[in-house]
């Protein structure tokens, strides 16, 4: 019996995905987790994540990418980084639905049985991620063209997922995963059984947020899926909030000419423009953050409007 307990991360982007939505290179995604990895050896073991799963929107590309990037380095070096999943986040006619251990690419534009199904074929896992991501998305401005953040809501009790997320990172979801939280208590307390295992992830898409893991016994890639399989593994962590996620865009203003350079080149999708990347209120707190930096004191008063405005803002006054 393997004593160790892993942590996994089960749902990240590249901007090798469909939907040119993400600023990570697999090259930066791999380097990011090494070195909370390396952050492990300091004995913060909290940080450290034993397996990731690359999950672009509709390609299988940077699940590729990555897994060849990290096969590149010394033998020594690769123990420091995670283990790698393929997979991709496919959007089905009626929502996201990733898939875990993927060899192939599954089409997107299926009903959500039939992408299960197409997952499943080839040995691989169904996960609902953030099923009930709409709750909140009106209130903040998302949503909208291609509902790219779209989950399948009530149907992860009734379609045969092996997994949903039950805490998904980003700054929006957390009273999306409170409610998930909420309905599948009750559901298992009604059928005295749980119908699928629990995921906690980051849906990673900038150099910082990955708050959200999975805890399974073992630390290999087959131990996740023996864990996922036999629906025992534990959700852990929480969404990140405003303060995370400004920092994440303030990364990303420095690096995104050369992403878009990057991405010219390779003939990538792509990113998108910065103002449509980023709600305005995202892009005003942005500048605001960085005209105000080392001077705490003195923007005080002005500090304390801003959380007030985006409070406002989160609750759709
Ligand atoms: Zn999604
Ligand atoms: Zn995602």
Redesign the pocket.
């Known amino acids: 019996m393997n004593r160790h307990i892993g942590r996994a991360d089960t749902h990240i982007h590249t901007f090798h995905g469909k939907h040119g939505d993400s600023y990570l290179s697999p090259e930066h995604v791999a380097e990011i987790y090494r070195q909370m990895n390396l952050r492990m050896l300091d004995k913060r073991r909290r940080l450290a994540r034993h397996v990731i799963a690359i999950t672009d929107h509709d390609t299988l590309e940077g699940a590729l990418r990555i897994l060849e990037y990290v096969y590149r380095q010394s033998m020594s070096e690769q123990e420091i980084y995670p283990k790698i999943v393929t997979g991709e986040?496919v959007t089905s006619l009626e929502g996201?639905i990733i898939g875990l251990y993927l060899k192939q690419h599954v089409p997107d534009k299926m009903s959500a049985s039939e992408t299960i199904a197409a997952i499943k074929e080839q040995g691989g896992l169904a996960v609902a991620?953030?099923p009930f991501t709409l709750l909140v998305l009106p209130f903040v401005g998302f949503g909208g063209e291609g509902m790219h953040?779209k989950g399948v809501g009530r149907k992860i009790f009734t379609l045969p997922f092996d997994a949903v997320e039950v805490i998904n990172a980003p700054y929006t979801q957390t009273v999306a995963n409170y409610w998930t939280k909420f309905l599948l208590a009750g559901y298992s307390v009604w059928h005295g059984k749980k119908p699928f295992a629990v995921l906690g992830a980051s849906?990673l898409h900038f150099p910082v947020g990955a708050t959200a893991y999975t805890k399974f016994r073992g630390t290999s890639p087959e131990d996740l899926y023996r864990a996922i399989s036999s629906r025992k593994t534990k959700a852990r962590g929480r969404a990140y909030g405003i303060p995370t996620l400004i920092t994440g865009y303030e990364q990303c203003l420095s690096m995104y000419p050369s992403l878009v350079e990057r991405c010219a080149e390779k003939k990538l999708p792509g990113l998108k423009s910065w103002d449509e990347m980023v709600p305005s209120n995202i892009l005003n707190a942005i500048q605001y953050i960085s005209e105000t930096r080392g001077h705490p004191r003195r923007y005080l008063h002005q500090h304390v409007a801003y959380a007030a405005r985006i409070s406002t803002m989160l609750l759709g006054l």
């Open positions: 986040e996201h991620p953030h953040y849906d």
